[in-house]
């Protein structure tokens, strides 16, 4: 869950493009449309708690939990085999618990998401967000395979955003707000700030408990795969063969 993190980012600018703003990127469909999409299922959906078809109390309660159960990622029925159950790891992409969870999540995604699919291109980038995002969300459902509770949520695809950023935007600058300085607004290098968010999951994975929560080996995996997929693909040197030069006019032969 983005929203749950310990360094909140705001804006982030890059090299030549320091005058212009990413969250004002006009060339970022699909970042855009994730947005939409995401925050249109969360308001049809009994999450928000607005549609009065779900009713109220204890009605509505239930509402959820059935809606987060077939939506959701349940592990221990992710690996029964069942077809229904191996569509899940996508569809929770598009599913959020709460108002927090849907606008943190929100939040980082439009911060970091349009830089991102500027670089890798539209096609591209939807292919990387699915792709990644369900490889997260099945790491975490592996590591718990025999948990019933169901995870929802984009932090896995958007994880994958941000270890993307890391690596084709490492000097960005990332106005960040840090709890032990008092949320006062600083900026720092990506190359700084979105290691120690990692460094941050890392710990509290290894602290966290079975249960209800933030999935935060789901953040490492999706961390860990934005960055290999974008090595992958932006990191390899490209080899340009090299024409002969032509000789000057004074040494051409008859």
């Not at 077809?83 to 992409?93: G, H, N």
């Not at 990191?235 to 051409?252: H, I, L, Q, W, Y």
Request: hydrophobic fraction near 50%; aromatic fraction near 14%; charge should be positive.
């Amino acid at each position: 869950m983005i929203g749950n993190w310990s360094v909140a980012h705001f804006r982030a600018r890059f090299g030549r493009a320091a005058g212009r703003s990413a969250l004002a990127s006009p060339s970022a469909p699909v970042t855009y449309g994730l947005i939409t999409l995401c925050c249109l299922l969360f308001l049809l959906s009994p999450a928000a708690g607005l549609n009065p078809a779900y009713g109220s109390g204890e009605e509505l309660i239930a509402a959820q939990r059935a809606y987060f159960h077939r939506w959701g990622v349940v592990p221990a029925e992710l690996f029964e085999g069942a077809p229904r159950a191996v569509l899940t790891p996508a569809t929770a992409l598009f599913v959020h618990g709460s108002w927090v969870h849907l606008l943190g999540n929100m939040l980082f995604l439009y911060v970091f998401g349009a830089m991102t699919e500027e670089r890798m291109g539209r096609v591209q980038f939807t292919l990387f967000y699915l792709g990644c995002g369900y490889l997260a969300l099945l790491g975490y459902a592996a590591a718990n395979d025999d948990s019933t509770q169901s995870l929802v949520g984009a932090s896995g695809a958007i994880s994958a955003v941000l270890g993307a950023f890391l690596f084709l935007f490492p000097g960005a600058r990332v106005t960040s707000l840090l709890p032990f300085l008092l949320f006062l607004p600083l900026r720092f290098p990506a190359w700084v700030v979105l290691p120690f968010w990692a460094a941050l999951q890392w710990v509290a994975a290894g602290r966290a408990t079975q249960g209800p929560g933030v999935a935060y080996l789901a953040h490492l995996v999706g961390f860990g795969l934005g960055f290999g997929c974008a090595w992958a693909r932006f990191g390899r040197p490209t080899r340009v063969k090299a024409a002969p030069a032509p000789a000057p006019e004074g040494e051409n032969q008859p």
